[in-house]
T-cell receptor
Framework: EAGVTQFPSHSVIEKGQTVTLRCDPISGHDNLYWYRRVMGKEIKFLLHFVKESKQDESGMPNNRFLAERTGGTYSTLKVQPAELEDSGVYFC?????????FGEGSRLTVL | AQSVTQLDSQVPVFEEAPVELRCNYS??????LFWYVQYPNQGLQLLLK??????LVKGINGFEAEFNKSQTSFHLRKPSVHISDTAEYFCAVSRTDSWGKLQFGAGTQVVVTP
């Protein structure tokens, strides 16, 4: 069974550009979460989808971040325009009713 | 709101020696407690969790943790480490009504040397 997959694994962009990160959860998992770890800080919750609905987006830092989960399958996280402080590792996780399964993360570097 | 403090940012340890990683938390509501591990170039993997019941929790790879409510701690231990235990370890808590919304500690890097 495939795990949670994320891509790109690493993205380098310039300040002001747009980046879209994608997460494919484990098949059948209704719950999908986004987390991020900014350099030197804790891993922070961003938001939670249940199927295609945003259950909790209290961790989204500002309106430059847009998450979608069309059809309740894969999810995208778009950062537009990117700022230097957005650099970090973005993790996606999925679950059905219990344990969270994490992807390997997408490292974003904003220059 | 909850908070998690991992008291050691880095722990060097010799192979076959014991290791203890300290985690303290604060919360005004009931929480679940977790330890995750991140091996190099991999995602986070659940080591063990405390939901209720016995305060001594056993996890994968020979790790165990003890929940101490009075001291609000959830320290992780392994009696004998291997080189392959070199990784970053994260303590996390969640409210019992939203256990996918984790509050993580800053992480502890464990470096095992021969």
């Amino acid at each position: 069974e495939a795990g949670v997959t994320q891509f790109p694994s690493h993205s380098v962009i310039e300040k002001g550009q747009t980046v879209t990160l994608r997460c494919d959860p484990i098949s059948g998992h209704d719950n999908l979460y986004w987390y991020r770890r900014v350099m030197g800080k804790e891993i922070k919750f961003l938001l939670h989808f249940v199927k295609e609905s945003k259950q909790d987006e209290s961790g989204m830092p500002n309106n430059r971040f847009l998450a979608e989960r069309t059809g309740g399958t894969y999810s995208t996280l778009k950062v537009q325009p990117a700022e230097l402080e957005d650099s970090g590792v973005y993790f996606c996780a999925s679950s059905q009713s219990g344990e969270l399964f994490f992807g390997e993360g997408s490292r974003l570097t904003v220059l | 709101a909850q908070s998690v403090t991992q008291l050691d940012s880095q722990v060097p340890v010799f192979e076959e020696a014991p290791v203890e990683l300290r985690c303290n938390y604060s919360s005004s509501v009931s929480v679940y407690l977790f330890w995750y591990v991140q091996y190099p170039n991999q995602g986070l993997q659940l080591l063990l969790k405390y939901l209720s019941g016995s305060t001594l929790v056993k996890g994968i790879n020979g790790f165990e943790a003890e929940f101490n409510k009075s001291q609000t701690s959830f320290h992780l231990r392994k009696p004998s480490v291997h080189i392959s235990d070199t990784a970053e370890y994260f303590c996390a808590v969640s409210r019992t009504d939203s256990w996918g919304k984790l509050q993580f500690g800053a992480g502890t890097q464990v470096v095992v040397t021969p």
